[in-house]
């Protein structure tokens, strides 16, 4: 019966986390083509250097951003399993609460 509780909650976790980043790559779009739309060709033109040295100061060594990618997915899925651990106990606390329990004795 666990797993049940297990498989329900990895989905509806799974599916938060799903609207969440959504919602956020959804903004941050948003917010991109409202600056694009509203930059000129002198604004740009004018701090073309800052735009240049924005892209390119971010530049990390491909060992480092592989280590930093793996530290980051292991850090996700453990959230995501920790999340999904949690949710199933509280499902299976709250079928346990809810289900009728015989009273304690003999059986009749």
Request: charged letters at 15%.
């Amino acid at each position: 019966m666990f797993k049940n509780h297990l498989i329900s909650a990895k989905a509806i976790i799974l599916l938060s986390v799903g609207v969440l980043v959504g919602h956020a790559i959804g903004r941050s779009l948003a917010s991109d083509a409202a600056q694009g739309r509203s930059l000129t060709m002198k604004q740009y033109i004018a701090d073309f250097d800052a735009h240049k040295a924005k892209l390119t100061s971010s530049e990390i060594p491909m060992p480092a951003a592989i280590i930093a990618g793996v530290v980051m997915l292991l850090g996700t899925f453990g959230a995501y399993e920790l999340l999904a651990l949690g949710l199933a106990k509280v499902f299976a606390a709250a079928e346990r609460r809810l289900s009728p329990t015989p009273p304690p004795g003999p059986p009749a």
